[in-house]
């Protein structure tokens, strides 16, 4: 895949329409060889009752290539083989594999080839008449690759997580992908836009983008957050040891719970702006307000004084 590389500052916004689905399945590539009147073989009609599963196996070999071009793909792929019923039953896996060129063999009947990579799939019907037969299914399909900073300073991945939804309509987030992102994952997609929610610790520093994926390209997109990390500390005067068994609450100015936490000195990643800090300890109560600046990591005292 080619590479594409984005820094996104704060929540940057794509159009939110979403194209989503794998392609669809080709049509029958035997043409109708019963006459000009006559539905093809693999269609049923109150004459003509669709190909059976039996008669003699041949070798049906498939391979997949990204998008329009012809590159190969080699890794990554899952191939199953499902019965074409025309009953409108549910069909039946005859045969799958996970290598990226498998040959299957398959008696005399009408089949659907899938293979998926990643999220992006592809499919094909296929009449098997007792002959060797090739297939090449093509996958339109890029991917993610997504990480975060502060400013110029990259976040460890270990402190980061994403989630990737489908946008529907006016809401951003209409259909979760995939929750639980890594950073430096690549997480290959169907090409269309997506929406990106990107957590940084486990509280509320979080950033949002719509982003863009391209078939055959990889999309590096970096999050920029605007937070830090604060240790909390209860102390008997500024610099002192921290008292051990303290409960933390850090709330907004309008008394929204952001986090709670027990320690001598617990760390919190917070949003930049402003704060309550609520310390309690052997039946007392303490508070201050602070400010958290981006990228500033520091130390938040609260003095244990009436």
Known sequence: MRRRTVWLAGAA??????????????????????????????????????PSLSGEEAALAVSAVLGAGERRLASGLAWRVYEDRSD???PAIVARSNEAEPSFRLPAGAYVVTVTYGYASASKKVV???????ERLKVNAGALK?????????????QLSFSVFVPIGTNSEGRLVRSGVKAGELLRLPEGTYHVVSTYGESNAIQRADLKVENGRVTDATLNHRAATV??????SAGAEAFAGTAFSVL????????????????????EGDYVLIARHDGQVYTREFKVESGLDRDVEVLAKS
Do not use: H, W, Y
């Open 231 to 236: 240790t909390l500390k209860l102390v008997a």
């Open 146 to 158: 997504l990480s975060g900073a502060i400013g110029d300073t990259r976040i460890a991945p270990g």
């Open 252 to 271: 907004t100015p309008g008394g929204d719970t952001i986090r709670e936490a027990i320690g001598a000195f617990p760390q919190v990643t917070l949003a």
């Open 13 to 50: 916004s794509l159009p939110a329409a979403c194209l989503l689905v794998a392609p669809a399945g080709a049509q029958n590539p035997f043409g109708n060889g019963l006459g000009p009147n006559l539905p093809a073989p693999s269609i049923t009609g109150p004459g003509l009752p669709g």
């Open 88 to 90: 409108g039953g549910r």
């Open 128 to 134: 098997m008449s007792g002959q060797p037969q090739s």
